[in-house]
């Protein structure tokens, strides 16, 4: 249980220098460099110490889960950040993505979900959409156009999709290591995750480089960051990095392998509540009373249906 209460700590503060780093860099570049230091530090520590964690076909399905989770997952999730913010968008990840685990235990394993199931399902969708609602009535107080909304809020969803089918996955990846007497740590099996991830992050970063020389106007592109800022800037990137799919991630494939699954859920399911007052003091925003309301049933839906 401990790991589990690690695990969405870990993530809330994740979300804090995540979406700076989004902030700087970019959705899609900022996520490649996030990436790229948390491979370097699972290549350095399972090369060393976990190599005999290492199997073909345990690392087939853990691939694969990453490119769900961390390669089309993140770059999502980076995109939502530069959108949203950090608390809206981990709030429709972090509830989404149980719904769209059901799913995809529904249509890879005909397990379908009960009426219970869809009731707490719909409970979560509205307390996502009175938190939208309220995200909806600030920005259309400051100008904002309500096109980012809309695009921060799919952006968040596809991040919940590839965390939810990418956590199905990983189950599979589980099922397979024990059929072969493969003693999988969670820092191996977050590592094995992250290296796909950084595989579709580097094929994100060259599709965007050549999307943005045919684009006539490059007036909008971020400046470099000088050797000083960069230096500056580095503890911001190495957090973000090592807070999210480092020791968070670890943490959680750790909390699963002692402690049921539905009980893992609903203690990473209070991420959201847990990121409210943290976004309030380091980024000054501030979440209105119908924010914190959806907010709290949404995540009370999500700690009802992990339980189920």
């Known amino acids: 249980m401990i790991a589990a209460i690690l695990t969405a700590i870990l993530f809330a503060f994740s979300a804090i220098t995540g979406q700076r ?144 089918t990418g956590a199905v996955i990983s189950r599979k990846a589980e099922e397979v290591a024990a059929e072969v007497g493969v003693g999988l740590t969670g820092f191996s099996a977050a590592g094995q995750r992250v290296l796909a991830g950084w595989i579709f992050a580097c094929g994100s970063v060259l599709i965007w480089r050549v999307w943005r020389q045919r684009k006539s106007d490059a007036s909008n592109e971020r400046g470099p960051l000088s050797f000083i800022e960069q230096v500056k800037f580095f503890p911001m990137l190495l957090g973000a990095a090592a807070l999210g799919p480092v020791v968070g991630v670890s943490c959680f494939q750790w909390a699963l392998q002692s402690t049921p699954s539905a009980l893992v859920l609903a203690v990473t399911a209070t991420t959201p509540i847990i990121l409210m007052p943290l976004t309030w003091i380091f980024d000054g925003d501030r979440p209105r009373p119908l924010a914190w309301f959806g907010a709290a049933l949404a995540v009370a839906g999500v700690v009802l249906l992990a339980l189920r």
């Open 21 to 164: 780093v989004a902030a700087r860099y970019g959705a899609v570049v900022g996520n490649w460099l996030r990436l790229t230091v948390a491979v370097l530090i699972f290549l350095l520590v399972v090369g060393i110490w976990q190599r005999d964690t290492l199997q073909a076909d345990v690392f087939a399905w853990l691939f694969l889960s990453g490119l769900v989770g961390f390669g089309v997952g993140d770059v999502a999730l980076f995109t939502a950040y530069e959108k949203l913010g950090s608390r809206l968008t981990i709030l429709i990840a972090l509830c989404s993505a149980p719904l769209f685990g059901i799913i995809t235990e529904a249509l890879w394993l005909d397990q379908l979900p009960g009426p219970i199931e869809i009731a707490l399902g719909a409970l979560i969708l509205c307390g996502v959409v009175l938190a939208l609602r309220s995200r909806a009535e600030r920005e259309s107080d400051a100008g904002v156009s309500r096109s980012q909304l809309l695009v921060g809020t799919v952006a968040a969803a596809l991040a919940g999709w590839g965390q939810g």
